[in-house]
């Protein structure tokens, strides 16, 4: 697609069209991308024959997650932040700006990701015992699972920010390509190296690691197809105006992803301190089946991005409102539909990752609560995706700490105290609804301003 065919392209197709064609290659990259990503803790959970030492590896890849949000804020940060201006720039057709800035955000992603790696690996043993690995079993798993992950740490960031420029540049389909490369090898390699091969915990992280090479390498030859912008390291420039550009445009995605980690430790630890190992195995699977559920939605939001921000670049407002509003009603009956059946369905997917009673309990329950308010992801999700993709990155700050910091550490903080393990339970649900207070308003506020 040439430049000028692309912006006929963002600035002519009607938007239903031009979104559902954006958002079917991301929706299946997500959807593959959380299959991939719950891989590890359905085959953890059968490494032994003893049910305590499958709770305890369970365990251990939910601590672990912890660390592996970090990683994925900090490449977001620099995916979503390079993304969002250089699709500005396309629109604007400034394209000298936008190839220096696809070049710049994979640059920092690098040197983020090696720091990781390095400083990770370096306080192994303090990081693990921070995360909330109480028994030697869970110490033990937790370490052999992070070490690894962390030296993927470069490749991992790298692969996201890839991927999130070639979305933004409508190469939706080469960023699909990549992600599902990188699924297939993890999914290949998981029950090889931990059925087969008997590596547990540690096969499951290089299975994780491995894929994210794979997407990286795919992603990375990506770039250097049709008239996507071509990485050169001769065009980065790590100056005040492109940092700050990427933290205008990647702090959202920061503050959700980090505040995310940082809502998993205080969940993992709550969870630990009421129910042991069972209430953290049973709390993380059904986290990871939520994720797996929202996936879609993210993908959804994430072909309406490059919509957004384009057509933004461009003046042309109007479209960026007609697709927030044709997003905002698929998403919410969606999800309606989703949550229902996953509701009724609970205690069959949690039983698919524990055979642990009490893990199984604590799982259904937490599940069933957070599916009662699964619709409101939808308004969350995509005030906070437009609000970032029109370069407003106070307020989609704000709207992307709601969920799981500004209103979610309250409550996990709170409501355990008072409910025990039933407020662990009910932390997220109460956390969606206070969220959407705040999202509402905050994208009102802007789409009041376009005609």
């Known amino acids: 697609m040439s430049t000028q065919n692309r912006r006929e392209y963002f600035t002519t197709t009607p938007i239903p069209k031009l979104i559902m064609t954006l958002s079917f290659p991301t929706i299946i990259s997500m959807l593959v991308t959380g299959i991939y990503n719950t891989a590890d803790t359905f085959f953890v959970s059968r490494v032994s024959s003893n049910p305590e030492v499958n709770t305890a590896a369970t365990a251990s890849v939910g601590l672990v997650f912890t660390v592996m949000a970090i990683i994925q804020a900090a490449g977001f940060f620099c995916g979503h932040g390079s993304g969002n201006y250089l699709s500005r720039m396309l629109g604007a057709e400034k394209y000298e700006e936008a190839d220096e800035m696809a070049s710049t955000g994979f640059a920092l992603s690098i040197i983020l990701g090696i720091a990781f790696a390095l400083i990770g690996n370096i306080f192994l043993t303090d990081i693990a015992g921070a995360l909330g690995a109480k028994s030697a079993q869970t110490l033990t798993f937790t370490k052999q699972y992070m070490r690894i992950i962390l030296l993927g740490a470069p490749f991992m960031m790298a692969q996201f920010v890839i991927n999130n420029q070639l979305r933004f540049q409508g190469s939706a389909y080469y960023a699909m390509i990549g992600l599902m490369s990188g699924a297939a090898m993890n999914m290949i390699l998981d029950p090889l190296l931990i059925m087969v091969f008997h590596m547990e915990v540690t096969g499951a992280a290089i299975a994780t690691v491995m894929g994210q090479i794979t997407s990286f390498f795919v992603l990375l030859i990506g770039t250097t197809k049709g008239e996507n912008i071509k990485l050169n390291i001769k065009k980065v420039r790590l100056n005040g105006h492109y940092l700050f550009e990427i933290a205008n445009g990647g702090g959202p995605s920061l503050a959700r992803q980090g505040l995310a980690a940082i809502a998993t430790l205080v969940l993992n630890r709550t969870a630990g301190s009421i129910g042991a190992d069972a209430a953290i195995a049973g709390m993380s699977v059904a986290t990871r089946i939520l994720m797996l559920m929202v996936s879609a939605l993210i993908g959804f939001g994430q072909g309406y991005q490059p919509v957004c921000s384009f057509n933004y670049g461009a003046g042309l407002t109007s479209r960026v409102k007609e697709g927030f ?127």
Request: charged share 15%.
């Open 325 to 451: 509003f044709f997003c905002l009603k698929y998403a919410s009956i969606f999800l309606l539909g989703l949550g229902a059946v996953c509701f009724y369905f609970a205690p069959n997917l949690i039983a698919l990752f524990s055979k642990d009673a009490a893990a199984v309990e604590v799982g259904v329950k937490a599940l069933r609560f957070q599916c009662a308010t699964l619709f409101l992801s939808g308004p969350i999700v995509m005030s906070n995706m437009m609000l970032q993709s029109i370069g407003k990155g106070v307020k989609a700050s704000i709207t992307a700490s709601a969920r799981n910091g500004i209103c979610f550490l309250p409550m996990i903080l709170l409501l355990p105290r008072f409910f025990g393990i039933t407020g662990v339970e009910i932390a997220q649900p109460c956390a969606d609804v206070l969220s959407t207070l705040i999202a509402v308003p905050f994208a009102y506020s802007e789409l009041r301003k376009f005609k």
